[in-house]
T-cell receptor
Framework: ELKVEQNPLFLSMQEGKNYTIYCNYSTTSDRLYWYRQDPGKSLESLFVLLSNGAVKQEGRLMASLDTKARLSTLHITAAVHDLSATYFCAVPRPPPNTGKLIFGQGTTLQVKP | DAGVIQSPRHEVTEMGQEVTLRCKPISGHDYLFWYRQTMMRGLELLIYFNNNVPIDDSGMPEDRFSAKMPNASFSTLKIQPSEPRDSAVYFC???????????FGPGTRLLVL
């Protein structure tokens, strides 16, 4: 069974600190997706990682993918309150279930002033 | 593009009543997904369609749930009869056939009393 596991599930951190969220998955995949969900809102696509070694950065967030280790990381640099949200990683299910993403449990990030 | 449109945004009903949730995907998208999100179970895929055809409904919790997609621009998720444990946020998402990034609608917050 394909599993996508995030660690930690909840993270409370001070503004200005750095931290990393981990996403492990149990099947071979060369692609991985990160989403952000603000409280009470919908999910928004954050990063699309399409190959081994892919790195994407936007502002204080940087995501990377290691397909051999089946691991993606979402690194937060000098956190600010606006980054408080829940972050989901997702991996595509192999054929024949093409198009279907399997989501992790989500990591809720709380940035305190 | 207006993005994925869902209606209603909020629904409060009594146990035993029929509930119909509606979704309009992004124009040109071939895939449509229905998700349910709760604190206890996280984000669950209920069913998804490709070119209006249901591909995988294994996530539909029971026979009380049904989904249809009569054309490329409209889908419904129906619960009949509704129960309090159906209370959740229901998201609709769509994607293009050759891209896996899913675009989520704003969600319908359902409360069954």
């Amino acid at each position: 069974e394909l599993k996508v596991e995030q660690n930690p599930l909840f993270l409370s951190m001070q503004e200005g600190k750095n931290y990393t969220i981990y996403c492990n998955y149990s099947t071979t995949s060369d692609r991985l997706y990160w989403y952000r969900q603000d409280p009470g809102k919908s999910l928004e696509s954050l990063f699309v990682l399409l190959s081994n070694g892919a790195v994407k950065q936007e502002g204080r967030l940087m995501a990377s993918l290691d397909t051999k280790a089946r691991l993606s990381t979402l690194h937060i640099t000098a956190a600010v309150h606006d980054l408080s949200a829940t972050y989901f990683c997702a991996v595509p299910r192999p054929p024949p279930n093409t198009g279907k993403l399997i989501f992790g449990q989500g990591t809720t990030l709380q940035v305190k002033p | 593009d207006a993005g994925v449109i869902q209606s209603p945004r909020h629904e409060v009903t009594e146990m035993g009543q029929e509930v119909t949730l509606r979704c309009k995907p992004i124009s040109g998208h071939d895939y449509l997904f229905w998700y349910r999100q709760t604190m206890m179970r996280g984000l669950e895929l209920l069913i998804y369609f490709n070119n209006n055809v249901p591909i995988d409904d294994s996530g539909m919790p029971e026979d009380r749930f049904s989904a249809k997609m009569p054309n490329a621009s409209f889908s419904t998720l129906k619960i009949q009869p509704s129960e309090p444990r159906d209370s959740a946020v229901y998201f609709c998402a769509s994607s293009l056939y050759n891209q896996e990034t899913q675009y989520f609608g704003p969600g319908t917050r359902l409360l069954v009393l």
